[in-house]
């Protein structure tokens, strides 16, 4: 029997604290520069002379997850039924591995970053997703019919040395933070992840500022941690920490910083951790 993965939706093992914490929403698609209004053409409506001839053409459709890679952004992709059923690989002889419920902890949609995608031999299509479960990089597939999907334009990529994270917007770098770090015992786990939760901690004085995100990845380290050790993004009380080895793996910016970065990463954001 599958077991049910909805703990883990919330992780940042942390959480006993941000009792009456607010649960924030996806905002609108939009990004880092914000939406450009298009200037009025000064092209005329109709040209003198005679309709130009149009040669035949063929329009390609291409799927939510084949269109964002084209416009090199992400696709992110929702629970749209009660219990999203997670699967081994695409059918036939499939194993149902993990299932998750269609709103988690705090009512979170459950999100996920799909990574690929597949046609069965009944011409279904399915979306492979990372998962926030241990152990980190676990994945699984789920039938398209089940999500709905949200492209995406952003991902962050943090650098580990250099303690430092990128906002990136279809491949460009348009903005960049210092950061805090886990320290020696408690390193930031390595690998690709997503954004699983975004919150607001009901006193801003505390290790996690003014906001906190949760991502997929967990401690390599700590495991006895309330939520499994999920790791996170999160702001600071501390902002002398910043640019250092401090923390138990999060990372950690300045409450400023923290504010502005999350109005450009949506649920289901990847996340880059490298040293």
């Given at each position: 029997?599958?077991?049910?993965?909805?703990?883990?939706?919330?992780?940042l093992?942390?959480?006993?604290?941000?009792?009456g914490?607010?649960v924030?929403?996806n905002?609108?698609a939009e990004g880092?520069?914000g939406?450009?209004?298009?200037?009025p053409s000064s092209?005329?409506?109709?040209a003198a002379g005679?309709?130009a001839t149009l040669?035949?053409?063929?329009?390609?459709s291409?799927?939510p997850?084949?269109q964002?890679?084209?416009?090199?952004?992400y696709?992110?992709?929702?629970?749209?039924?009660d219990?999203?059923?997670?699967y081994?690989?695409?059918?036939p002889?499939?194993?149902?591995?993990?299932?998750f419920p269609?709103?988690?902890?705090?009512?979170?949609p459950a999100?996920?970053w799909?990574i690929?995608?597949?046609?069965?031999?009944?011409g279904?299509?399915?979306?492979?997703?990372?998962?926030p479960v241990?152990?980190?990089?676990?994945?699984?597939?789920?039938r398209?019919?089940d999500?709905?999907?949200?492209?995406?334009?952003?991902?962050?990529?943090?650098d580990?040395?250099d303690h430092?994270?990128d906002?990136?917007?279809?491949?460009?770098?348009?903005?960049?933070?210092?950061?805090?770090?886990?320290?020696?015992?408690t390193?930031?786990?390595?690998g690709?992840f997503?954004i699983?939760?975004?919150?607001?901690?009901?006193?801003p004085n505390t290790?996690?500022g003014?906001l906190?995100?949760?991502?997929?990845g967990?401690?390599?380290?700590?495991?006895?941690w309330?939520?499994?050790?999920q790791?996170g993004?999160h702001g600071?009380?501390?902002?002398s920490?910043?640019?250092?080895?401090?923390s138990?793996?999060?990372?950690r910016?300045?409450?400023e910083?923290?504010l502005?970065l999350?109005?450009f990463?949506?649920l289901?954001?990847?996340?880059f951790?490298?040293?």
């Amino acid at each position: 029997m599958a077991g049910t993965a909805a703990k883990a939706l919330l992780g940042l093992g942390l959480l006993l604290v941000l009792l009456g914490l607010t649960v924030l929403r996806n905002p609108p698609a939009e990004g880092p520069h914000g939406s450009l209004p298009t200037p009025p053409s000064s092209t005329p409506a109709a040209a003198a002379g005679p309709p130009a001839t149009l040669g035949s053409t063929t329009t390609v459709s291409l799927s939510p997850f084949q269109q964002a890679k084209a416009d090199r952004g992400y696709l992110a992709v929702e629970a749209a039924v009660d219990v999203l059923r997670v699967y081994d690989h695409v059918p036939p002889g499939s194993t149902l591995t993990h299932t998750f419920p269609r709103k988690g902890y705090l009512g979170v949609p459950a999100t996920f970053w799909a990574i690929d995608e597949a046609v069965d031999n009944q011409g279904r299509t399915w979306y492979r997703i990372y998962l926030p479960v241990r152990p980190n990089g676990s994945t699984g597939w789920v039938r398209s019919s089940d999500v709905t999907t949200l492209q995406l334009a952003n991902d962050l990529r943090v650098d580990l040395s250099d303690h430092r994270l990128d906002l990136y917007e279809r491949g460009v770098k348009v903005r960049s933070y210092p950061i805090g770090v886990g320290k020696g015992e408690t390193p930031s786990p390595l690998g690709e992840f997503y954004i699983t939760i975004k919150m607001k901690p009901p006193r801003p004085n505390t290790v996690y500022g003014v906001l906190a995100m949760g991502i997929s990845g967990y401690s390599e380290t700590l495991t006895d941690w309330p939520g499994g050790g999920q790791v996170g993004i999160h702001g600071t009380n501390d902002p002398s920490s910043i640019g250092k080895d401090v923390s138990a793996g999060c990372i950690r910016l300045r409450n400023e910083d923290i504010l502005e970065l999350s109005n450009f990463v949506p649920l289901g954001t990847p996340v880059f951790i490298q040293e």
